[in-house]
């Protein structure tokens, strides 16, 4: 009986070491595909880059030896230190969806090799969806599509290619894309709200919010959630400035000129329940002062505020 044990013993010992090697050979190989490719890539000069993309889409699968999961995690990490080094190069900060200016020609190539990889890999499509279409949108929808057909009952990769065709004003189509992926079993009630919504308003502020709202809340990257709270203070910000220019434009009307500081019209917007500063300011939804503008006559947001400008 004794014997049996140790043979046994034995036996489990050697499946653990040949797992154990196993494994330090696909780490091996990821650590040696990667220099690999990092040696492929061209030189960059000083003042004109000329970047080239490692190995791309089916090749990349070919030479992963089997380890695709953690290839397409080398390629997603990736992408997001491509965006971020871009992002560093600028002297303010750019939002996460609105990017164009950057000219992130391998975006798309790394996230489309990621999800080639892993076809089930929902963070690349997600930020597909949310980054790339100010670079270019017809990848953008392209690698989404291609989400969809490896994942067809996945209804959030339907809400990420129903939010690029909203950002393109294309209405129908998001429409259309929210009414599919409300008929997936599993899908939240207001995806469907939301077909109805894009052909009934789909232009409007309310129509915003739902979206960014509903990514605020199901984002899998803190990049893309905080993008959306920050659109969120936009558009909050946006219905406040409405109102101030009421105001103002109300002050004017009667007193015959715009005010020339915010405490001339303080009365009125703590009656309009806006939060107001010890200088009587109205604070923006992030919390920051707003500015009088064109000697009184209309409102801005202060350069320091969190709100997005544009």
Known sequence: MKMKTSRQSNVWTSRDIALALMIIVGLGSIVGISR?????????????????????????????????????????????QYVGRKILSLPDEVPLDDLGSLKLKLLAPLLDTATTLDPQFMEPYEYAAVVLPAVNVDEAIRITRKGIAANPSTWRLYQHLGYIYWQRRDFKSASETYGAGARIPGAPAWMEAMRARM??????????????????????????????????????????????????????????????????????????????????????????????????????LDPKSEVPYK
Request: hydrophobic share 35%; net charge positive.
């Open 199 to 300: 052909l009934a308003e789909g232009g409007s502020r309310t129509t915003a919010r739902e979206i960014y709202l509903r990514m605020y809340e199901q984002a899998g990257d803190d990049k893309v959630r905080d993008m959306a709270r920050r659109r969120l203070l936009q558009l909050d910000s946006l219905d406040e400035q409405d109102v101030i220019r009421k105001i103002l434009s109300g002050y004017s009307g009667k007193a015959g000129h715009c005010p020339a500081t915010w405490r001339e019209i303080e009365l009125f917007l703590r009656a309009s329940r806006f939060r107001v500063d010890a200088a009587g300011a109205p604070l923006d939804s992030a919390g920051t002062p707003y500015r009088l503008v064109k000697n009184g006559c209309d409102v801005d």
């Open 36 to 80: 690999w490719m990092d040696r492929r890539r061209l030189p960059t000069d000083t003042n004109i880059e000329e970047e080239n993309l490692y190995v791309t889409g089916r090749t990349a699968r070919r030479v992963s030896l089997g380890f695709n999961g953690l290839l397409a995690d080398w390629y997603w990490m990736r992408s997001l």
